[in-house]
Antibody, heavy 121, light 110 residues
Framework: QVQLVESGGGVVQPGRSLRLSCAAS????????MHWVRQAPGKGLQWVAV????????YYADSVKGRFTISRDNSKNTLYLQMNSLRAEDTAVYYC??????????????WGQGTMVTVSS | QSVLTQPPSASGNPGQRVTISCSGS????????VYWYQQLPGTAPKLLIY???QRPSGVPDRFSGSKSGTSASLAISGLRSEDEADYYC???????????FGGGTKLTVL
């Protein structure tokens, strides 16, 4: 079945880095755009970044621009989020989500279960 | 503050109809499709409505979406206890070149 499984979350000190992964299965990963969306504890959803099907187009939320990098390896059916210079306000559950198109304009039709990132000293 | 504005809470009795509003601007709802997501307690969000008023397969027709100008609405008819959840609207924002969400509406079935 169609599935997204995130991993790589954990507790990290402010200023340090972390890389999240999202393993996709059950659909042709290489023809769909992919997103990262996060949710701080007790808060609402916040979109983080998107990458087009071939990695040629990427967009970021202002709050993470210059610190986070989205990438993908279509040979491994895996999406990544490299997070540098982490701040306390980056503490959240991070979800990867599939776009139903090759690009980034059609929302999020499949979601993973999320991975928790806690930034704390 | 969220770019899209939703009421923080809504409620209704079983069998009733409730609506949840989502207000935006010309750069998001006014020029792009609106999407709605349902998040049951402790779970990942789930797509409920896409392209303003389309339901994915498996979503009951009790759920419907509409859009007018820079606002959108989600209607839930025949309210059931399992509809208790948080509901979020979302749209692409041309000015921000990114997706924006509403703050979420917590629906309580009385």
């Amino acid at each position: 079945q169609v599935q997204l499984v995130e991993s790589g979350g954990g507790v990290v000190q402010p200023g340090r880095s972390l890389r999240l992964s999202c393993a996709a299965s059950g659909f042709p990963f290489n023809i769909y755009g992919m997103h990262w969306v996060r949710q701080a504890p007790g808060k609402g959803l916040q979109w983080v970044a998107v990458i087009s099907y071939d990695g040629s187009n990427k967009y970021y939320a202002d709050s993470v621009k210059g610190r986070f990098t989205i990438s993908r390896d279509n040979s491994k059916n895996t999406l990544y989020l490299q997070m540098n210079s982490l701040r306390a306000e980056d503490t959240a559950v991070y979800y990867c989500a599939k776009d139903p198109s090759t690009g980034w304009l059609n929302g999020f039709d499949i979601w993973g279960q999320g991975t928790m990132v806690t930034v704390s000293s | 503050q969220s770019v899209l504005t939703q009421p923080p809470s809504a409620s209704g009795n079983p069998g009733q109809r409730v609506t949840i509003s989502c207000s935006g601007s010309s750069s998001n709802i006014g020029s792009n499709y609106v999407y709605w997501y349902q998040q049951l307690p402790g779970t990942a969000p789930k797509l409920l409505i896409y392209r303003n008023n389309q339901r994915p397969s498996g979503v009951p027709d009790r759920f419907s979406g509409s859009k007018s100008g820079t606002s959108a609405s989600l209607a839930i008819s025949g309210l059931r206890s399992e509809d208790e959840a948080d509901y979020y609207c979302a749209a692409w924002d041309d000015s921000l070149s990114g997706w924006v969400f509403g703050g979420g509406t917590k629906l309580t079935v009385l």
